[in-house]
């Protein structure tokens, strides 16, 4: 294609945003961002665009494994964990994970490779499977790989943790103390009820993937971060299974489960040096997004009242859903 297709297309592109986002539904977030709501899930105007240049422009392959979850809910863990997994026979000592973090290893579609254009290069995507990424719910998933069969895992938390979890990566990456900000909290908080949040209401998010897994579970995998942080060997290998690299017995012996739990521990990616001073593509230090990784932190900083309100959100919206907290 030549430079002035490529230039035309990214024009046409444009237009249709355009065109689009004035009749969305838009409110505000707790930070003062504009939102618009598309296929039921909040966005900001360029994450939209490149939603829309995803769904338009991706050709998915079957091979293909996409990496899925709402914010803050595990997804470093469940990247650096897939890269482990199929990365293991071919590595002994420069393992990628020693070399980038597992937001560089797998990007996220729309906040990476397609933010900009609809035709992003991915040449450098030709060894299989590819490995992606995405915070998009199931069914806007599902309108970019239209009807491919791709492998999508996707990770789920407690909200609580996930929202506390969102309120220090926000105060680490805007620099400022946690201490001074409370109010920051709170006003998340509410943006989280109301379920206007960037990428929420968080409930649609994680029961469309649910719905997705019940419906196609040889192609849908939905793990939950609190089962991995309870009986992780037993996760990983489920997660192997589904990837279809399924542990042999003689890698079960020789400890190489543990081996992969152990790199992609939070102590052990935290403290790697490309962690410790690196910044992703976007900007974000590569450190923001190790913290602490347990479960029911969320106790520390919301009151009762909080916790009891959010509780009866999340009782209503999951009933009738196998799904606890
Ligand atoms: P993202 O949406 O920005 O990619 P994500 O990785 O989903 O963030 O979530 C970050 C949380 O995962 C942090 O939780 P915390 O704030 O409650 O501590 C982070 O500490 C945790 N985390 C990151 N890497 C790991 C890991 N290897 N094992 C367990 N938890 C991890």
């Given at each position: 294609m030549d430079v002035n297709e490529i230039s035309k297309n990214l024009e046409r592109d444009e237009q249709e945003t355009i065109s689009l986002i004035p009749s969305l539904p838009s409110d505000i977030d707790f930070n003062g961002t504009k939102l618009f709501k598309y296929q039921s899930c909040w966005y900001d105007s360029k994450t939209l665009q490149g939603i829309l240049n995803f769904q338009r422009g991706f050709k998915p392959q079957e091979t293909d494994i996409i990496v899925a979850s709402?914010?803050?809910?595990?997804t470093t863990w469940l990247k650096a964990l897939t890269v482990a997994l199929l990365e293991r026979s071919k590595h002994?000592?420069?393992?990628p994970l020693l070399s980038d973090n597992p937001h560089g290893l797998v990007p996220v579609l729309e906040l990476r490779l397609y933010t900009e254009t609809?035709?992003?290069?991915?040449?450098?995507?030709?060894?299989?499977?590819r490995l992606f990424s995405t915070h998009v719910p199931f069914d806007t998933l599902q309108g970019a790989l239209k009807t491919t069969p791709c492998k999508v895992v996707y990770v789920w938390r407690n909200v609580k943790d996930a929202l506390v979890s969102l309120w220090y990566f926000e105060c680490a990456n805007l620099k400022i103390k946690i201490d001074e900000e409370r109010s920051l909290l709170e006003s998340m908080f509410e943006s989280f009820c109301r379920g206007v949040s960037y990428y929420g209401p968080f409930w649609e998010h994680v029961l469309s993937y649910w719905r997705g897994s019940l419906e196609d579970s040889k192609n849908v995998l939905f793990l939950r971060y609190e089962e991995l942080k309870i009986e992780p060997s037993a996760q990983v290998k489920k997660l192997a299974e589904f990837l279809g690299v399924p542990f042999s017995v003689e890698e079960e012996e020789s400890g190489c489960v543990e081996e992969i739990l152990e790199l992609c521990s939070l102590d052990n990616l935290k403290n790697l040096e490309v962690n410790k001073i690196g910044k992703t593509a976007?900007?974000?230090?590569?450190?923001?997004?190790?913290?602490?990784?347990?479960?029911?932190?969320?106790k520390n900083y919301l009151t009762p009242e909080m916790e009891r309100r959010i509780d009866m959100i999340i009782e209503e919206r999951f009933r009738g859903a196998d799904l606890k907290f």
């Open positions: 709402f914010p803050k809910s595990g002994s000592s420069n393992h609809s035709k992003p290069d991915l040449t450098s995507f030709s060894s299989t499977p976007r900007g974000v230090e590569h450190k923001n997004f190790f913290r602490k990784g347990e479960v029911g932190d969320s």
